[in-house]
């Protein structure tokens, strides 16, 4: 009975272990099935997912701290298809809170692709609708009503650009896509976007991991003050009304810095509507016409001549020229701009009147080598290296140039057959403004990342001239523009400068009936801490722009003074003493 | 003879060595109980630290979105063309050059604008995770120890 027992007890034994034997053969034969390994490798997918972090856009401040360039929060407004229980009243609600018909929002729900799960129905839904859609959603759980079920919003960030249509052409504008076109946010894109960085996150919470910390962009501070490119752009504007001007642009630069204080030009658009670039500008050179657009800026271009003349010491303050009307260079007569001869003048007369038969006659003695190798070294035909996307390069021929003939030497003299941009201009007379030394002009002051500030130093791009040419020179602008251009002084402050009155080419000849009327000063002529540039083109109340460039210098002369709180010379030169 | 008798008289009783089996028995199981229970609960302290870091992780992505919202509003708000309305609705007109009067005041030097300043102080207040969060239980250890052997 007993051995009985044995037996049955041993029988059952072994069938129990056989069957925990078999169960755990097949438990190893299904883990290493073919099936197991698609059934891991589908659980994979759900398992987490890769996300990327993107860092915030570095912001854009102006010199005092105010932000011209920022952030906000818009929404991606997307339904979950296998969430989604009731496609009319999703329809209904999506089409009437998105400024979408029912068709569009329907067909984006029932025609994507087969394999799509979810459908982001619109983005950069503004935080007020998606708030109103919040709302309904809110109302619908607490009446456990699951027609809304998977809507879903994503938040994101949107360029945001508070002023608006201000300092539009030298900050540029961001797309959609993230990527900055013209001026700073195209300049600095790497900088100001920052690196996105992508992570696996799983959704088992056992696996839960720290996210990253991903750095927003860098921070920039411009140089520009935005109260004075406010007061610079109005006044601009006001002038194209005043004069009838097609376009125009003016530029205010510290001369010793090249720091750029205000940057104006027309036309601007409004940043935060970027889609209307199309509707503004005929092509990109238009955006920022200060950098982009080269011209025959005229008269303005005798300073660099007389300073290339002054620094071999062809010619001093006192040289006298005999001025007949007209001069034969590589033969072909030049007149002067009223066709009048002057007669006796000295180097002052000369650029008081704005004599081009004397600075032809100049040019002619300074030798075609040395000027064309003066206005090389003071940067025409060659870019500024400002910091600011699509800048043109302008065009000196130089002899040698399949298109370059001897009377080039005379007319270049006087600014006619030599392109230039404004700011090329204006970086080429801070060398006589500064001490014979020429800046590079820049935007960018500092940058910020990660707590840490670095300051954009100032650069030179070399001495064209000496310091004495340099002082010499701005004292014979400064005796000359109290005589020839009265519009363009200051009360109370030593002015140097140049008018610039040059016809327009066309392919028939110059028009006669049509100028570009420019104007480069700087003050106070003793410690110079501002130059300003002024272009306005083809102006109609009057051709010169000792009526038109001049005044509009003046005025911006007189809000950049107060603006940058520079005392009238009287006051300062008081308080120096002390 | 002699010999078995000694054997049986100190060899234990059946139904005592079935005892110490079963006591073993137990203790292995109570001692992978406690193994298991603290795994779980070591575990679960994990998970809701994991979560607890996520979800402060969402918040501080919210406040730094709500904060650039509200600069974003605040600029938009002070806007150059706002301003210069505001300051004319309320009576102010722009000044002429001649209404200015300039003071000498020694040493004064124009303040920094706010941004540059707040980022020179910023470097003090950079994100460090603190050393708890990252230290082995040894490393912990000779912390403490050292820590005591500090003070006294």
């Known amino acids: 009975m007993r051995q009985q027992y044995a037996n049955r007890s041993l029988f059952i034994v072994i069938g129990l272990v056989i069957i925990g034997v078999g169960i755990i053969a097949q438990m190893v034969r299904i883990q290493n099935s073919e099936q197991a390994k698609l059934f891991l490798s589908r659980g994979d997918i759900y398992a987490g997912e890769f996300r990327t972090f993107n860092p915030e856009r570095g912001e854009i401040y102006d010199r005092n701290g105010h932000l011209l360039a920022g952030n906000r929060t818009v929404y991606e407004v997307g339904v979950s298809l296998p969430q989604m229980k009731d496609v009319d009243a999703m329809a209904y609600v999506l089409s009437t809170y998105l400024n979408m018909t029912d068709g569009e929002v329907r067909d984006k729900l029932l025609n994507s692709p087969a394999d799509w799960t979810y459908v982001v129905v619109k983005d950069y839904v503004s935080t007020e609708t998606v708030t109103a859609l919040q709302q309904v959603l809110d109302r619908l759980d607490a009446a456990d009503d699951n027609r809304l079920n998977g809507l879903g919003f994503k938040p994101h960030f949107e360029r945001s650009y508070p002023e608006k249509n201000l300092a539009s052409n030298v900050l540029g504008f961001v797309t959609q896509d993230g990527r900055g076109y013209f001026g700073i946010e195209e300049k600095y894109n790497d900088l100001l976007a920052g690196v996105p960085v992508q992570v696996w996150v799983p959704r088992d919470p056992n696996k839960a991991t720290e996210i990253p910390r991903v750095p927003n962009g860098t921070t920039l501070v411009l140089t520009l003050d935005r109260d004075l490119q406010a007061k610079v752009e109005n006044i601009l504007d006001q002038s194209l009304r005043d004069y009838g001007a097609k376009n125009g642009a003016i530029i205010v630069m510290d001369p010793k810095t090249g720091g750029i204080l205000a940057m104006a030009t027309t036309p601007r658009m409004d940043l935060n509507n970027y889609t209307d670039y199309f509707q503004v500008y005929d092509n990109g050179s238009q955006y920022n016409r200060s950098i982009g657009m080269a011209y025959e800026a005229g008269s303005v271009v005798k300073i660099l001549t007389m300073a290339a003349a002054l620094d071999t010491n062809t010619v001093t303050p006192g040289t006298t020229f005999i001025d007949t009307g007209s001069i034969e260079v590589g033969g072909i007569t030049i007149q002067n701009w009223d066709r009048q001869a002057w007669g006796q003048q000295d180097m002052i007369g000369c650029l008081k009147h704005s004599l081009n038969v004397c600075l032809a006659w100049v040019a002619t003695q300074i030798g075609s080598p040395n000027f064309y190798s003066y206005m090389e070294h003071f940067g025409l035909g060659h870019p500024t290296g400002i910091d600011l996307s699509g800048e043109a390069m302008g065009r000196l021929k130089i002899p040698g140039d399949s298109d370059w003939y001897p009377v080039d030497l005379g007319t270049n003299a006087f600014g006619q057959g030599v392109t230039v941009t404004p700011l090329q201009m204006l970086m080429a007379a801070s060398a006589i403004a500064n001490d014979g030394q020429m800046v590079t002009p820049h935007v960018l002051y500092a940058m910020l990342r990660d707590g840490h500030q670095y300051n954009v130093p100032s650069q030179y791009a070399g001495s064209p001239i000496s310091a004495q040419t340099a002082h010499t020179l701005t004292d014979m602008l400064a005796v000359s523009v109290v005589d020839e251009s009265v519009g363009a002084l200051l009360p109370g402050y030593r002015i140097a400068g140049k008018t610039g009155t040059a016809q327009i080419p066309t392919e028939y000849g110059y028009d006669p009936n049509h100028t570009n009327a420019s104007f480069i000063g700087w003050g106070p002529v003793d410690d110079p801490k501002f130059m300003i540039y002024v272009w306005l083109q083809e102006p109609e109340t009057s051709i010169w722009s000792s009526q038109t460039a001049a005044p509009v210098f003046s005025e911006v002369a007189q809000q950049t003074v107060i603006t940058l709180n520079l005392p009238p010379d009287m006051v300062r030169n008081q308080y120096g003493s002390r | ?152």
């Open chain 2, 1 to 152: 003879m002699q010999a078995t008798q000694i054997i049986h008289a100190y060899k234990q009783a059946p139904w005592r060595v079935q005892r110490q089996y079963v006591g073993a028995f137990l203790l292995v199981i109570i001692v992978l109980a406690l193994v298991a229970a603290l795994y779980l609960d070591l575990s679960a302290r994990t998970t809701l630290a994991g979560r607890d870091i996520q979800e402060l992780q969402a918040q501080i992505t919210a406040i730094q979105r709500s904060n650039a919202d509200l600069e974003t509003e605040l600029a938009d708000l002070t806007s150059s063309a706002i301003m210069q309305q505001r300051a004319l609705e309320l009576g102010y007109r722009p000044v002429k050059p001649g209404e200015l009067d300039y003071v000498f005041v020694p040493g004064y030097v124009a303040p920094e604008p706010d941004i540059l300043l707040a980022s020179a102080d910023s470097t003090s207040r950079s994100f460090a995770l603190p050393e708890i969060y990252s230290q082995s239980l040894l490393e912990w250890l000779d912390d403490r120890i050292k820590s005591r052997g500090g003070m006294q």
